[in-house]
């Protein structure tokens, strides 16, 4: 089991940043990758920004261009760097990791943070 803590929500003005980390009790390099996720209310989950063992990266539309992810100074440690903040943007956001993969070769995000809130005010 992989234990994941986020940190750094808040509440920001419209056209502000956050900068969300993410704990892990392992290395990025121990799992396939980690990513993400966010869950406004009334909505659907949705994955935002991966990133794998490897260092590639993977953005939402809804998100490229403004946020970025990124390893931390440690090799447990991930960040999501969020620029140009809208209100749209307000959820809870969650750190997740994957350590297993589907029967079709997907990656599968089977290790869950408790969630950070972050409210972007108009």
């Known amino acids: 089991q992989v234990q994941l803590v986020e940190s750094g929500g808040g509440l920001v003005q419209a056209g502000g940043s956050l900068r969300l980390s993410c704990v892990g009790s392992r290395s990025i390099f121990s799992m396939n990758a980690m990513g993400w996720y966010r869950q406004a209310p009334g909505k659907q989950r949705e994955r935002i920004a991966v990133?794998?063992?490897?260092?590639?990266?993977t953005y939402a539309d809804s998100v490229k261009g403004r946020f970025t992810i990124s390893r931390g100074s440690a090799q447990n440690i991930i960040n999501l760097q969020m620029n140009i903040l809208k209100p749209e943007d307000t959820a809870v956001y969650y750190c997740?990791?994957?350590?297993?993969?589907?029967?079709?070769?997907?990656?599968?995000?089977?290790?869950w943070g408790q969630g950070t809130q972050v409210t972007v005010s108009s």
């Open positions: 997740a990791a994957s350590t297993s993969m589907t029967i079709t070769g997907l990656y599968e995000y089977n290790h």
């Open positions: 990133i794998r063992r490897d260092g590639s990266t």
